[in-house]
């Protein structure tokens, strides 16, 4: 899912074989406990090179559950995966997940939530999917699974602004725009609707005049 070779990775690696080479050590050997020097490697066997175990596999964690593989992982989710991989694709997520600066977490960048708490809130909501997913999706066939998953609450188009202001010259030229600003800025317009951009992701969305 991440690059084994990333820096924390390593340094995660280094600390966790540190602390076990220290304890191994200690057991084997049996030094005195009060002794000056015994004290100080048990410190760092115990607590120093732990914590930056600790530290480090989280922050990589972290970065790993942001990745687009990582979000694709779920079984239910190879679809939509798969759709924002395809090069040819002309969906929303396929669009956005060629860009290169956020490309590889295009998932989490269009589905995180903003501001000041938005990565606490963001990840919370993961561990509702992580949950969902173990309770209910795991041994469902996809087909089966694109009847019933959907987002939440209905996509913010403060989402999208984030990124695409409404404020540009550029943007507001556009007819279509200008027409809807303030629609668009209330979110009584959907800029992810069929009228506008298009969904998403459409393949997940029932056939015209299908009932869902």
């Known amino acids: 899912m991440t690059a084994h070779g990333s820096p924390l990775a390593w340094f995660a690696i280094v600390c966790a074989a540190a602390a076990a080479a220290i304890l191994i050590t200690y057991l084997v050997r049996r030094p005195p406990a009060f002794d000056r020097a015994t004290k100080v490697w048990l410190l760092l066997g115990l607590g120093v090179f732990p914590i930056g ?6 922050i990589e964690g972290y970065r790993a559950t942001q990745t687009r593989a990582f979000c694709g992982s779920c079984h ?9 991989n395809d090069a040819e694709s002309r969906s929303l997520a396929s669009r956005h997940s060629r860009n290169r600066f956020f490309g590889g977490e295009s998932c989490y960048a269009c589905h995180a939530d903003y501001g000041m708490y938005g990565t606490i809130v963001t990840k919370i909501g993961g561990l509702r999917h992580v949950w969902l997913y173990y309770t209910q999706y795991k041994d469902v066939p996809l087909e089966e699974a694109k009847k019933t998953i959907h987002v939440i ?17 550029v943007w507001q030229s556009v007819p279509d725009h200008a027409s809807s600003l303030d629609d668009v800025r209330a979110g009584r ?18 056939a015209s005049g299908e009932k869902r």
Request: proline share 6%.
């Open 53 to 58: 175990v600790a530290l480090g596999g989280n």
């Open 76 to 84: 239910v989710m190879g679809a939509h995966a798969a759709d924002a």
């Open 153 to 169: 609450k209905p996509y913010s188009n403060a989402t999208c602004m984030e990124c695409h202001s409404t404020r540009l010259d």
């Open 189 to 206: 317009v959907s800029c992810a609707s069929g009228g506008c951009h298009g969904f998403a992701h459409p393949f997940t969305k029932p």
